[in-house]
């Protein structure tokens, strides 16, 4: 199944002294979704913000806030971020021994449920929670820090785990050094979701923002490969709650 590609700034690229203006910015600038990286110190070697942030900024647009829990334990903030206002929340693999009770407990939240997965990972640990899901996203750096290269071995990767989502309405969001230069690689692969950070903040302005936001979505349709139009079940969509499941 094929659906839109989306673009969904990581605000951890954001000037944090100006964090609304910024999140105003990327949402006139054309962003599809807001990624916004929680870190906890411990799961991943960086501290980012958390959950009275998340709620802080929500009036500020109504894209949907694509929450990815870079923390360990999981499990006690799941409540703290789905209040706060994410809309979907994305839990690592990783980070738990409880993976499928967590993803349980997300969509008994009413949140749409993700699972991340580190680039030393195999596809095979979400065999089992395909449908758990709503959103896979596969690192394709490692996780705690913006600005990182782009870890090439992750398509291979990619392409395994869209022939795993096969005709489920699950989104495939990559995340980590996504730029417009290997946007095309990455959606031919199978993603339909790109994260992007600083290729997106850089420039500093709104203006580039949008310039940025839109140089990615078009490479990535372009490096789609033409698939049949299959409108059985559509995946989370553009300002889509969650109202798919
Ligand atoms: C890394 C985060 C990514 C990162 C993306 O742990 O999960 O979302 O902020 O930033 P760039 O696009 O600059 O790699
Ligand atoms: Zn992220």
């Given at each position: 199944?094929?659906s839109?590609?989306?673009?969904?700034?990581?605000?951890?690229?954001?000037?944090?002294?100006?964090l609304?203006?910024?999140?105003?910015?990327i949402?006139?600038?054309?962003?599809?979704?807001?990624?916004?990286?929680?870190?906890?110190?411990?799961?991943v070697?960086?501290?980012?913000?958390?959950?009275?942030?998340?709620?802080?900024?929500?009036?500020?647009?109504?894209?949907?806030?694509?929450?990815?829990l870079?923390?360990?334990?999981?499990?006690?903030?799941?409540?703290?971020?789905?209040?706060?206002?994410?809309?979907?929340?994305?839990?690592?693999?990783?980070?738990?021994?409880h993976?499928d009770?967590?993803?349980?407990?997300?969509?008994?939240?009413g949140?749409?449920?993700?699972?991340?997965?580190?680039?030393?990972?195999?596809?095979?640990?979400?065999?089992?929670?395909?449908d758990?899901?709503?959103?896979?996203?596969?690192?394709?750096?490692?996780?705690?820090?913006g600005?990182?290269?782009?870890?090439?071995?992750q398509?291979?990767?990619?392409?395994?785990?869209?022939?795993?989502?096969?005709?489920?309405?699950?989104?495939?969001?990559?995340?980590?050094?996504?730029?417009?230069d290997?946007?095309?690689?990455?959606?031919?692969a199978?993603?339909?979701?790109?994260?992007?950070?600083?290729?997106?903040?850089?420039?500093?302005?709104?203006?580039?923002?949008?310039?940025?936001?839109?140089?990615?979505r078009?490479?990535?349709?372009?490096?789609?490969?033409?698939?049949?139009?299959?409108?059985?079940?559509?995946?989370l969509?553009?300002?889509?709650?969650?109202?798919?499941?």
């Amino acid at each position: 199944m094929i659906s839109e590609i989306l673009i969904a700034p990581s605000i951890l690229a954001a000037d944090f002294a100006r964090l609304g203006e910024e999140i105003a910015a990327i949402d006139a600038a054309g962003a599809d979704w807001i990624h916004c990286d929680v870190m906890d110190g411990h799961f991943v070697p960086n501290i980012s913000f958390g959950a009275d942030v998340i709620k802080a900024i929500r009036p500020v647009t109504k894209k949907i806030f694509d929450v990815h829990l870079m923390i360990a334990p999981v499990d006690p903030y799941l409540e703290a971020f789905a209040k706060a206002g994410a809309d979907v929340i994305t839990v690592h693999a990783e980070a738990g021994p409880h993976l499928d009770r967590t993803l349980q407990a997300i969509r008994a939240l009413g949140k749409k449920a993700g699972v991340s997965l580190c680039p030393a990972t195999s596809e095979g640990a979400i065999e089992y929670v395909l449908d758990r899901v709503d959103l896979v996203l596969v690192m394709t750096v490692n996780p705690g820090f913006g600005g990182q290269s782009f870890l090439e071995s992750q398509l291979d990767k990619i392409r395994r785990i869209r022939t795993m989502i096969g005709d489920r309405p699950i989104r495939l969001e990559v995340d980590g050094g996504i730029t417009r230069d290997n946007a095309a690689a990455v959606a031919a692969a199978g993603a339909d979701t790109l994260v992007a950070g600083s290729a997106v903040f850089r420039g500093k302005s709104s203006a580039d923002y949008a310039g940025n936001i839109a140089a990615i979505r078009i490479a990535a349709e372009a490096g789609r490969v033409p698939q049949s139009q299959d409108n059985s079940a559509q995946p989370l969509r553009v300002g889509e709650s969650a109202r798919l499941r």
